[in-house]
């Protein structure tokens, strides 16, 4: 079965870090790019950050460029992403996806909760 | 950067009802859209791809249609099960719509 699950997500203040990570199974990892989308109570799905299947390219959106790092392991099928200078809007279910080329993202992890609040 | 935007953003619908969601891109995408449904507490699930190929598993009373800059997610027969919140998103830069969430009449 293909799988998804992240973890670390916690409560952490204003200012504060985090690493999040995805572990992977029931496919070749390092066939694929992954991405991290997040969305925060109530509100709709935002892309965040994507890797290339060899760690080579990423990207990120505007509101967390030079602030997240979007990283990989292929030889632990994990993806990770490295979140600093937090902000309250930051706050969001993080999940990450499975970039399936032009079929879109599938699938998707249940997601993680980070809480940035003082 | 491309924008998405979905009408309507709200749709209150009852069981058997015919149902169609649009998505409207601010500028050409060809065929690189995607739908997701979004049920509450869980994890959104790919429906289609490539504007308007279903993805397995998903039944047949959902389709999607369109190029260019409009889109639509058809739900032929709405089921109690479908009720939930539906995205677009564009393949070019992953941005996702707004979303519709279709809720019970």
């Known amino acids: 079965e293909v799988q998804l699950v992240e973890s670390g997500g916690v409560v952490v203040q204003p200012g504060g870090s985090l690493r999040l990570s995805c572990a992977a199974s029931?496919?070749?990892?390092?066939?694929?790019?992954m991405h991290w989308v997040r969305q925060a109570p109530g509100k709709g799905l935002e892309w965040v950050s994507l890797?290339?299947?060899?760690?080579?390219?990423?990207y990120y959106a505007d509101s967390v460029k030079g602030r997240f790092t979007i990283s990989r392991d292929n030889s632990k099928n994990s993806l990770y992403l490295q979140m600093n200078s937090l902000r309250t809007e930051d706050t969001a279910l993080y999940y990450c996806?499975?970039?399936?080329?032009?079929?879109?993202?599938?699938?998707w992890g249940q997601g993680t909760l980070v809480t940035v609040s003082s | 950067d491309i924008q998405l935007t979905q009408s309507p953003s709200f749709l209150s619908a009852s069981v058997g009802d015919r149902v169609t969601i649009t998505c409207r891109a601010s500028?050409?995408?060809?065929?690189?859209l995607a739908w997701y449904q979004q049920k509450p507490g869980k994890a959104p699930k790919l429906l289609i791809y490539?504007?308007?190929t279903l993805q397995s598993g998903v039944p047949s009373r959902f389709s999607g249609s369109g190029s260019g800059t409009e889109f639509t997610l058809t739900i032929s027969s709405l089921q109690p099960e479908d009720f939930a919140t539906y995205y677009c998103?564009?393949?070019?830069?992953?941005?996702f719509g707004p979303g519709t969430k279709v809720d019970i009449k």
């Open positions: 890797i290339s299947w060899d760690g080579g390219s990423t």
């Open positions: 996806a499975r970039y399936f080329g032009p079929k879109g993202f599938d699938p």
């Open positions: 490539a504007a308007s």
């Open positions: 998103q564009q393949l070019n830069s992953y941005l």
């Open positions: 500028q050409g995408i060809s065929s690189y």
């Open positions: 029931g496919f070749t990892f390092d066939d694929y790019t």
